[in-house]
């Protein structure tokens, strides 16, 4: 017998069904993830499993003394007390004596003289005698254990990763034989987000789970269920082999819909024709048509696909940042320490680490926001700088959607062209009527899709994105990198995802957290197998010479010409610069291919041998530059 099944479940909350006469059966050690666009109704769904939210109709059928614990994506505040005492709540009034106890012995330990502290531990230590509440005890710390944590660890103090593995614990101390996980990711580093697939892949209960990362569900899931326009398909195989089935009843779905409105179209034509087509003997043609139009109407169309372009600005020059010598601590805890780097116009960072160990803090010392202890930070010219903040705290929650975005009319200019503020939202997936709702209403994925739209329309080279995949479904999460892989300025991103980092980087700063940075070509991968090597062997990772985060060459006095060479090359560089705009601004002209005095063949050469000697001389200024005595 299954653990639980749903048959005929149905869901509207007033508009279209979220859930339509859907079935749904969950066996033991299942491990399903379940997919589904923003706005589908997938947490819906998963409040209706764990009984937070009852169906509109629905039979279902449960073992006896069936249990379910849910794990939310977002941490509660305001939490008070010590681990223990937090997962001992998930045993709910069971526990109460057991909580009552672990405070009484705390409140004694701080005064250890008080007579009615004392008789009220050892009243209260008889009564867990009576009723055997010591099993309780060795359950709660047991599974805070196996999580990895501290009974007595306040749980204020803790680090988001450690919250949600507090978290964890507690919807685990009820052995439940379903634990459902909305987004567990989410507030984990690398590290974290390994443990957690380790540990649910070993957990004699069944898991069903919500998640953007494709790593993860990928290494995790034995089954996929997929929420699709009110309609839940199970599919039986990996991530994968769901990407192609899925891909191929699309197509055929495609192919069936223009069938259909062909066969619509040409029936229309026909009863246009006259009273004739009404006669007795086509009076079935007719009612055919009736269902036609009535099937039409009810067809729900394929959500649409976010349409993710960004607002190009002029190019930077060639080199984009250049940080010499840079320390930075925050209290006692160093970030970075002699830290020498040179990003080059083009290039894609991806800025990794454990929580804690300093990335956004990098970012704000990279962007000028933060200043160092010592060294310096340079920017190169026409630098124009988007940022996405982690905390999507550009978002003003007393402002609509829209005036977000527009907040001085209802016009957006994008590109050099202006358009309708409601236009370009919906290409962002918001409808008019979400548009003009105040932003304090969105949900997690619309809040982030609601920055990138903030983020696409300022004109930008440098773009810096910190967590930009949280909260985003994994289509919107794949358009996102093909953007940015076309894009054609500098890229800064902090991310936990792994695949959304292989995919888009191409060289990764890993912070250890305690000063030091080492860079990696390419994404995470390499960096992920060093953690995971023994210290002895990761050694030898650490000790080679990264590529951008360069040593500084041994200080000597410069020669004559090195001298004069280094005091003119920003100027010479500034010249060949100028001259290569003015060429591509010419060539871009509508008209310039129709002018007979023109060279396209000549021009194109030019700006060629103008990117070849731009590059070189910002080779060698930064070469002359780093012999130079402090």
Same mark, same amino acid.
């Given at each position: 017998?299954? /653990?639980?099944?749903?048959?005929?479940?149905?869901?509207?909350?007033?508009?279209?069904?979220?859930?339509?006469? +859907?079935?749904?059966?969950?066996?033991?050690?299942?491990?399903?993830?379940?997919?589904?666009?923003?706005?589908?109704?997938?947490?819906?769904?998963?409040?209706?499993?764990?009984?937070?939210?009852?169906?509109?109709?629905?039979?279902?059928?449960?073992?006896?003394?069936?249990?379910?614990?849910?794990?939310?994506?977002?941490?509660?505040?305001?939490?008070?007390?010590?681990?223990?005492?937090?997962?001992?709540?998930?045993?709910?009034?069971?526990?109460?004596?057991?909580?009552?106890?672990?405070?009484?012995?705390?409140?004694?330990?701080?005064?250890?003289?008080?007579?009615?502290?004392?008789?009220?531990?050892?009243?209260?230590?008889?009564?867990?005698?009576?009723?055997?509440?010591?099993?309780?005890?060795?359950?709660?710390?047991?599974?805070?254990?196996?999580?990895?944590?501290?009974?007595?660890?306040?749980?204020?103090?803790?680090?988001?990763?450690?919250?949600?593995?507090?978290?964890?614990?507690?919807?685990?101390?009820?052995?439940?034989?379903?634990?459902?996980?909305?987004?567990?990711?989410?507030?984990?580093?690398?590290?974290?987000?390994?443990?957690?697939?380790?540990?649910?892949?070993?957990?004699?209960?069944?898991?069903?789970?919500?998640?953007?990362?494709?790593?993860?569900?990928?290494?995790?899931?034995?089954?996929?269920?997929?929420?699709?326009?009110?309609?839940?398909?199970?599919?039986?195989?990996?991530?994968?082999?769901? /990407?192609?089935?899925?891909?191929?009843?699309?197509?055929?779905?495609?192919?069936?819909?223009?069938?259909?409105?062909?066969?619509?179209?040409?029936?229309?034509?026909?009863?246009?024709?006259?009273?004739?087509?009404?006669?007795?003997?086509?009076?079935?043609?007719?009612?055919?048509?009736?269902? /036609?139009?009535? $099937?039409?109407?009810?067809?729900?169309?394929?959500?649409?696909?976010?349409?993710?372009?960004?607002?190009?600005?002029?190019?930077?020059?060639?080199?984009?940042?250049?940080?010499?010598?840079?320390?930075? &601590?925050?209290?006692?805890?160093?970030? +970075?320490?002699?830290?020498?780097?040179?990003?080059?116009?083009?290039?894609?960072?991806?800025?990794?680490?454990?929580?804690?160990?300093?990335?956004?803090?990098?970012?704000?010392?990279?962007?000028?926001?933060?200043?160092?202890?010592?060294?310096?930070?340079?920017?190169?010219?026409?630098?124009?700088?988007?940022?996405?903040?982690?905390?999507?705290?550009?978002?003003?929650?007393?402002?609509?959607?829209?005036?977000?975005?527009?907040?001085?009319?209802?016009?957006?200019?994008?590109?050099?062209?202006?358009?309708?503020?409601?236009?370009?939202?919906?290409?962002?997936?918001?409808?008019?009527?979400?548009?003009?709702?105040?932003?304090?209403?969105?949900?997690?994925?619309?809040?982030?899709?609601?920055?990138?739209?903030?983020?696409?329309?300022?004109?930008?080279?440098?773009?810096?994105?910190?967590?930009?995949?949280?909260?985003?479904?994994?289509?919107?999460?794949?358009?996102?990198?093909?953007?940015?892989?076309?894009?054609?300025?500098?890229?800064?991103?902090?991310?936990?995802?792994?695949?959304?980092?292989?995919?888009?980087?191409?060289?990764?700063?890993?912070?250890?957290?305690?000063?030091?940075?080492?860079?990696?070509?390419?994404?995470?991968?390499?960096?992920?197998?060093?953690?995971?090597?023994?210290?002895?062997?990761?050694?030898?990772?650490?000790?080679?010479?990264?590529?951008?985060?360069?040593?500084?060459?041994?200080?000597?006095?410069?020669?004559?010409?090195?001298?004069?060479?280094?005091?003119?090359?920003?100027?010479?560089?500034?010249?060949?610069?100028?001259?290569?705009?003015?060429?591509?601004?010419?060539?871009?002209?509508?008209?310039?291919?129709?002018?007979?005095?023109?060279?396209?063949?000549?021009?194109?050469?030019?700006? $060629?041998?103008?990117?070849?000697?731009?590059?070189? &001389?910002?080779?060698?200024?930064?070469?002359?530059?780093?012999?130079?005595?402090?």
């Amino acid at each position: 017998m299954a /653990l639980i099944s749903y048959r005929n479940l149905s869901v509207s909350f007033g508009g279209p069904l979220l859930l339509d006469d +859907v079935g749904i059966t969950i066996d033991k050690k299942e491990r399903i993830c379940l997919l589904g666009r923003n706005g589908e109704g997938k947490s819906t769904l998963l409040r209706i499993l764990s009984g937070q939210v009852k169906p509109d109709r629905g039979e279902s059928e449960r073992i006896p003394g069936f249990r379910v614990a849910k794990l939310d994506q977002e941490i509660p505040s305001g939490i008070e007390g010590a681990v223990f005492d937090l997962v001992a709540r998930g045993l709910g009034a069971e526990a109460d004596l057991l909580r009552a106890y672990n405070q009484a012995t705390q409140n004694l330990s701080e005064d250890p003289e008080s007579p009615a502290l004392s008789e009220q531990v050892d009243r209260l230590q008889a009564e867990l005698d009576r009723t055997d509440g010591w099993s309780l005890d060795h359950r709660v710390a047991s599974v805070i254990d196996r999580v990895g944590l501290k009974p007595d660890d306040p749980f204020n103090t803790l680090s988001g990763g450690n919250k949600s593995r507090a978290m964890l614990a507690r919807a685990l101390v009820g052995e439940p034989h379903l634990l459902i996980l909305d987004e567990p990711t989410n507030h984990l580093d690398f590290a974290g987000i390994r443990w957690l697939e380790e540990f649910l892949a070993k957990g004699e209960f069944a898991t069903l789970f919500v998640s953007h990362d494709r790593a993860f569900l990928r290494s995790l899931s034995t089954r996929i269920l997929e929420l699709d326009r009110g309609k839940l398909t199970s599919w039986d195989c990996g991530y994968e082999k769901f /990407l192609i089935r899925k891909a191929e009843i699309l197509a055929a779905e495609e192919k069936n819909n223009a069938v259909f409105d062909k066969k619509l179209a040409e029936e229309e034509v026909w009863i246009r024709k006259g009273i004739q087509a009404r006669r007795t003997r086509n009076e079935g043609r007719v009612r055919a048509l009736f269902e /036609l139009r009535r $099937e039409r109407s009810e067809r729900r169309e394929q959500q649409g696909t976010v349409n993710l372009s960004a607002n190009q600005a002029q190019a930077s020059g060639r080199k984009v940042i250049t940080v010499k010598k840079m320390d930075y &601590s925050w209290g006692e805890q160093a970030i +970075v320490r002699d830290f020498n780097a040179t990003i080059w116009r083009g290039d894609k960072i991806g800025v990794v680490g454990l929580n804690g160990s300093g990335k956004s803090t990098l970012l704000q010392l990279l962007l000028k926001q933060l200043q160092p202890d010592s060294g310096t930070v340079d920017h190169g010219t026409r630098l124009e700088v988007a940022y996405f903040d982690q905390l999507k705290a550009q978002v003003r929650e007393d402002l609509s959607v829209a005036e977000n975005v527009a907040p001085n009319g209802d016009t957006v200019e994008f590109n050099g062209n202006k358009k309708h503020i409601l236009s370009y939202l919906r290409d962002f997936l918001f409808l008019p009527e979400t548009a003009r709702a105040p932003a304090k209403m969105l949900s997690g994925g619309e809040r982030a899709r609601l920055l990138l739209a903030k983020l696409f329309l300022q004109p930008a080279n440098l773009l810096v994105l910190d967590e930009p995949t949280n909260d985003l479904d994994v289509e919107t999460i794949e358009l996102l990198e093909e953007r940015l892989l076309s894009f054609e300025g500098t890229l800064l991103l902090v991310s936990h995802d792994r695949d959304f980092l292989d995919n888009v980087v191409t060289a990764t700063l890993a912070l250890d957290g305690k000063g030091g940075v080492v860079e990696y070509a390419g994404g995470c991968a390499d960096w992920l197998d060093q953690m995971s090597r023994p210290r002895a062997k990761a050694k030898t990772i650490t000790e080679q010479k990264p590529k951008t985060v360069t040593e500084a060459p041994k200080k000597r006095k410069l020669l004559n010409k090195e001298r004069e060479a280094l005091a003119t090359l920003p100027g010479k560089i500034e010249e060949m610069e100028a001259e290569r705009d003015r060429i591509t601004a010419l060539m871009q002209e509508t008209d310039y291919y129709r002018n007979s005095q023109n060279d396209p063949v000549g021009d194109q050469k030019k700006l $060629e041998r103008l990117e070849n000697e731009i590059l070189q &001389s910002y080779e060698r200024w930064e070469e002359l530059d780093n012999l130079v005595k402090d």
